[in-house]
């Protein structure tokens, strides 16, 4: 389902496979599960659909980018993005 966004605040809602081939100034992806960030890091992006579907989700924004992850996770995405060269705020 596709919220179109509203005149009083201009947020959208939509799930990932709705996103294929649009963009967004932000996005936000949210990876409650724990061992999310460890999956990204030693995953193959090739085989691992998971992957790929994040993939999708964090190239759609055009400006930012928020990942929300379980605190514990923090730091090793942190470590994975600044490899990267990414800059990185936690909120």
Known sequence: MTIKPTVTTGVRTNNIYQLKGDEADAVLLLLPDPGSVH??????????????????????????????VPE???????????????????L
């Open 72 to 90: 514990e996770e923090t730091k090793p995405l942190t470590n994975l993005l600044a490899r990267h060269q990414v800059p990185t705020e936690i």
């Open 39 to 68: 999956r990204w890091t030693t995953g193959n992006p090739t085989t691992d659909e998971l992957l790929r579907v994040w993939y999708v989700a964090v190239t759609r924004a055009r400006r930012f980018a928020t990942l929300a």
